[in-house]
């Protein structure tokens, strides 16, 4: 049975009183602590100290939070992230965040903070924070999960994951490949209608001829060749979600059609006379500016606001560049389960990809790894594998030439972590991974290069 966290209500504590807070949060599924206004920690209940790994005999009391959980040396929201604790002490409410912690073993992973006000007998005010693990790269295959860390993909992450919860259509605007169908199942396994069907629409596929019976179905000889009933897609969606793919494409002269279905969900097969219904949920995508198309006259206005009550804007991979390694490593590891056959990157072959800017976005990155595991014959995958030319500020860093010649190795290293430092805010456990070194490493070369 799962318990709910406490409410932001004054809890008896007084003295030594802090063990009732302690029994309190100990029966917390998931992990809780509670912090004071400094960031301190006042107490951790057994789970937060297994998924840090944390001794149960081990000091934790007055460590920072952001020391435990982000392995930084400042708090997390001077690295951009959207911290609970500044709105819960500004408020007394509560804030809900999607964040990257790192584990007991120092691997990253998503989790979702649920921020609350915790009173104290005396008055004092405390953050509760109760944190529920998402999806690992130990724990889901990577076909079906969402992968990435960086802040712009954490605030993508939590507006779908908010947009879940509502019966509210939802338009997801991306590039292509940025994966709008991962983002819309997403979006559905989460969702009140996760136990229903979720039914694919492709849009680029639909014409005058086909729509009706795409999307209605057809009775059994409604016209040549339909020998038996069958229901079309919004049918089979029923209780579900509807997921219409690149709706953008849609022709104009269909547009009136989806629009009264999804206005009254009322619907006939093609050859039928029953009114028959479907409750379905709506969640649309496009690489389309579809308030550009609605000035161009090319979509319907009406339709418009009927699809994006919530629109989502899915971030491509150039300006996510933090994510790339582990999205590489991801997809890697599934191309060598179905090759049977171990393949890995060289630190020159990340660094390649860091560098390139991806027009094609994963799907792109999914296709270049494909053909580099097919080129490789001993299971080591470098830049010629790849392929690239590099392109963007990326290929500036790591190609410039001082006047007068080439410049030191030792000039060249330590530019390359001066740029990686304010790419990721300070934040040195990412640098190390960007590196492909240890965080000890790392301090070394800090302090050699006087950027400590």
Not at 10 to 33: C, K, M, N, W, Y
Not at 169 to 194: D, I, M, N, Y
Request: aromatic residues 6%.
């Amino acid at each position: 049975m799962t318990t709910s966290a406490p409410s932001p209500q004054r809890v008896a504590v007084a003295g030594t009183g802090i063990e009732l807070v302690q029994s309190l949060i100990d029966a917390q599924e998931h992990p809780f602590v509670l912090i004071d206004d400094e960031y301190r920690l006042v107490a951790a209940n057994r789970a937060y100290r297994r998924a840090y790994g944390l001794d149960e005999r081990a000091g934790l009391v007055g460590r920072h939070c952001y020391e435990v959980s982000h392995r930084l040396d400042r708090p997390c929201h001077l690295n951009g992230e959207d911290c609970p604790h500044r709105q819960v002490f500004a408020t007394g409410g509560t804030h809900e965040v999607l964040h990257t912690h790192y584990d007991g073993r120092g691997q990253a992973e998503q989790v979702r903070i649920r921020g609350h006000a915790i009173r104290g007998a005396g008055g004092q005010l405390w953050l509760g924070e109760a944190i529920e693990r998402l999806a690992t790269p130990e724990t889901t295959h990577c076909e079906g999960r969402m992968i990435g860390f960086s802040p712009r993909y954490l605030r993508m992450l939590q507006q779908l994951g908010q947009s879940a919860s509502s019966q509210a259509s939802v338009l997801l605007q991306g590039e292509s490949g940025v994966g709008k169908e991962l983002a819309a199942r997403f979006v559905h396994h989460r969702s009140p209608r996760a136990e229903g069907p979720l039914v694919t629409v492709d849009c680029t596929t639909l014409n005058a001829n086909l729509f009706e019976a795409e999307l209605f179905g057809h009775e059994r000889g409604a016209y040549t060749g339909s020998v038996g009933r069958r229901p079309g897609l919004f049918e089979q969606a029923d209780k579900g979600t509807l997921f219409l793919d690149e709706v953008g494409e849609l022709p104009l002269e269909l547009q009136a059609k989806l629009l009264r279905v999804l206005e009254s969900g009322e619907f006939r097969r093609v050859g039928g006379r029953s009114q028959l219904h479907a409750d379905v949920r709506v969640v649309a995508a496009t690489n389309r500016d579809l308030r550009r198309s609605v000035s161009d006259g090319t979509f319907r206005e009406d339709l418009y606001y009927r699809l994006a009550c919530i629109v989502v804007g899915l971030p491509p991979l150039r300006e996510r560049r933090e994510d790339i390694p582990a999205l590489a490593d991801a997809l890697l590891n599934q191309l060598c389960r179905e090759h049977g056959r171990p393949c890995y990157m060289t630190r020159e072959a990340v660094d390649c990809l860091m560098e390139y800017d991806f027009p094609g976005n994963i799907r792109e990155l999914k296709n270049l790894l494909q053909r580099a595991v097919a080129l490789s014959s001993d299971g080591v995958i470098d830049v010629r594998q790849l392929d690239l030319c590099p392109s963007g500020p990326a290929k500036r860093r790591a190609h410039a030439v001082e006047p007068g010649g080439a410049p030191s190795l030792r000039r060249v290293e330590s530019r390359y972590i001066e740029e990686l430092l304010a790419e990721h805010g300070g934040h040195r456990r990412r640098v190390a991974e960007a590196l492909g070194v240890s965080e000890r490493t790392l301090y070394r070369k800090l302090r050699r290069y006087g950027l400590g």
